[in-house]
C-alpha cells in the first residue's frame, strides 16, 4: 500500500432522500478538493427517519443510494464507502438488510456488508430502539477488500463496534484499514465512541475510518457527530466535531509498519 489521504464525512441526514444525496455530493467534493482518495460517508447517509418511514421506502433508498454511490465515485475518480443504507430483503417485505457498500473509482462494486449486530436499546435518556422490528440481520462475518493501492479494507456498521471479535477477524485476515461509519446517539456517544474506536485501532494495529451522523435528525433522534481517523496507536488525527463537514488525514503505510514492529500484540496472542 502507498500514503494517502483518507476522508470521514459527517452528516445530519433527515428524512428526505433527495436533500441528503445532495449534501452528500457536496460534502464527497470537498473531501477530493482538499485531496481524499478514499472516503466514507455514514450510515444512513440516504435517509435517517423513523424506522417504518425507512423500512417503507426502502426500494426506492436502495436504489437511488447504490446509483448515487457509483456515480461519485466514477465522477470524482474516488473510492467511496456508502456506510449504510436498507436494502430490501426479497422474502420478508417488510424487513431490509442494513448494507454498507464499497465502490471503485469505476464504479465497480468492490465489497459489501450486511449489519450482523442490531441496535436494539433502551437509552438511559428515554429514547428506544428497535432496529431489528425492520432491519434483517446480516449472518456474515464482514468482508476485506484487498487494495494494492490502500491497503486491506475491512468493513462494519455503528453497533458492531461493541463487538471486538468483529474487528479481531478481520485483523487475523489482515486488515490495515478499518472503516466503522455510525450514527451513533448523542447520550451513548458522549461517553462511548471516541474510546471504543480508539480500543479497536490500538487493539488491532489498524486505522480507524470513522464517519459519523451528528446533530438533531428528526423529532428526539439526535446523534453524537465527531466523525473521526484514527492511527494505529489510537492517536485521533481528524475530528469534526459537531457540525457536518469531514475528517481527513493520512494512512501512512511506514506509520503503520512502525507501531506493528514497536507494539507486535498480534504476534503475541495465546488464544484464538
Same mark, same amino acid.
Given at each position: ?88 430483503? +426479497?422474502? #420478508? ?6 448494507? /454498507?457498500?464499497?465502490?471503485? %473509482?469505476? $464504479?465497480?462494486? !468492490? &465489497? ?104 438533531? +435528525?428528526? #423529532? ?6 465527531? /466523525?473521526?481517523?484514527?492511527? %494505529?496507536? $489510537?492517536?485521533? !488525527? &481528524? ?34
Amino acid at each position: 500500500m502507498k500514503s494517502y489521504l483518507a476522508a470521514a464525512i459527517q452528516m445530519s441526514s433527515k428524512p428526505d432522500l433527495e436533500n441528503n444525496l445532495v449534501e452528500a455530493e457536496e460534502l464527497i467534493e470537498l473531501a477530493v478538493r482538499r485531496g481524499a482518495e478514499l472516503i466514507g460517508l455514514p450510515e444512513n447517509f440516504a435517509f435517517m427517519g423513523k424506522e417504518a418511514d425507512k423500512a417503507n421506502q426502502a426500494s426506492e433508498i436502495a436504489l437511488k443510494a447504490e446509483k448515487f454511490l457509483k456515480r461519485m465515485a466514477q465522477r470524482f475518480q474516488v473510492t467511496l464507502l456508502g456506510g449504510g443504507f436498507p436494502v430490501p430483503v +426479497n422474502d #420478508e417485505p417488510q424487513k431490509a438488510y442494513n448494507t /454498507a457498500l464499497l465502490v471503485a %473509482p469505476s $464504479g465497480q462494486e !468492490l &465489497a459489501r456488508y450486511r449489519k450482523v449486530h442490531l441496535f436494539d436499546v433502551n437509552v438511559p435518556d428515554g429514547n428506544t430502539y428497535q432496529e431489528s422490528s425492520t432491519v434483517m440481520a446480516g449472518t456474515e462475518l464482514p468482508p476485506l477488500y484487498v487494495s494494492d493501492i490502500y491497503g486491506k479494507i475491512g468493513l462494519s456498521i455503528c453497533y458492531d463496534v461493541r463487538f471486538p471479535e468483529l474487528y479481531r477477524h478481520l485483523s487475523d485476515k489482515g486488515a490495515d484499514v478499518l472503516f466503522v461509519p455510525a450514527a451513533f446517539t448523542a447520550y451513548t456517544g458522549k461517553d462511548h465512541w471516541k474510546v471504543l474506536l480508539q480500543a479497536r485501532a490500538i487493539e488491532n494495529t489498524c486505522y480507524i475510518i470513522a464517519p459519523a451522523q451528528t446533530g438533531n +435528525n428528526y #423529532e428526539r433522534r439526535y446523534t453524537h457527530g465527531h /466523525a473521526m481517523i484514527i492511527d %494505529p496507536w $489510537g492517536v485521533i !488525527l &481528524a475530528d469534526a466535531g459537531e457540525q457536518t463537514g469531514i475528517a481527513i488525514a493520512e494512512i501512512n503505510a511506514s506509520r503503520l509498519e512502525q507501531v506493528r514492529r514497536q507494539m507486535p500484540s498480534l504476534q503475541h496472542r495465546v488464544f484464538g
